[in-house]
């Protein structure tokens, strides 16, 4: 018996939830992907597979044996993919996962380019602000924005971005202009909550990074809504240039506190800690570290 096909005959049953089905998607009689499952108990003993009439039911053991089969078959097939295309045209499936605001007003609008130039790449976005686990989630690379990384994560900086505080000229003019960050606190706030509620915000005073915690009258997980509703004068709210530059650049919003600002944000390409880089992924790394660094303020 293979090892290999048999964590592969392991895999397929607890993914599919079916004896018959697996066979059926491999192309094998029942009696030979039972064999086989049975061999593996055999070798490793323990029982991976409990079963019934009606269903069958991984044990403990199993998955955890799961995980692993897991792991080393994609580690098999990246090994084989990274040969087989060395010097090949890149091609194959990338799932990315990215922020909602960042992966719509500054992703999407490459994908385009990122057709014609790899047409032999397929991708599936996961547009979501949450932080993704990638290993979990079977997703190849995510990309994060954000002023610093969990220890341990494996990262390449794509660029980077400033926060800015911002408001309507019309709001300001009826409420006035904070000269501080401590003058929030008279101010009406808009705050994103994609993370945590009630985060403070950070500015730079006297040399160091400050928190403030204002009075937020509206607080919600979406970027986009609270710059509008700035524009709408409904408040001071802080969002990413990515966000706020073209209402910046119309007038439709006022930067204030600029001397303030903190330090900038880093854009990064995050990448699941377990395996080795492929090609498709380093082509879509770079595609887009060179793409972000056109972009005015996010090189």
Known sequence: MSR?????????????GSFAAAADQLGVARSVVTRRIAALEEHLGVKLITRTTRKLTLTSAGLAYLERCRSILQALEDAESEVMASGQTPRGHIHMGLPVSFGIRRIAPLLAQFGQTYPHIALTLDFNDRTS???????????????????????????????????????????????????LLEHRCLGYTGRANNRPWHFMVEGQLQSFA?????????????????QQGLGITVQPDFIVQEALDSGALV??????????????????GNRLLTQRQRVVIDFLAQALRSVPGQA
């Open 4 to 16: 290999l096909d048999a964590m592969q005959h392991f895999v397929r049953v607890a993914d599919l």
């Open 133 to 183: 686990d990638l290993i979990d989630e079977a997703m190849d690379i995510a990309i994060r924005v954000s002023t610093e990384l969990a220890p341990g994560v494996v990262a390449r900086k794509l660029g980077q971005g400033q926060l800015f505080t911002v408001a309507a000229p019309a709001y300001l003019a009826q409420h006035g202009t904070p000269q501080h960050p401590g003058d």
């Open 214 to 230: 204002p009075n937020y009258v509206l607080q919600a997980n979406n970027g986009d809504a609270l710059a509008l509703a700035a």
């Open 255 to 272: 930067s204030v506190l600029h001397a303030f600002a903190p330090p900038p944000f880093g854009i990064y390409a995050i990448l699941p």
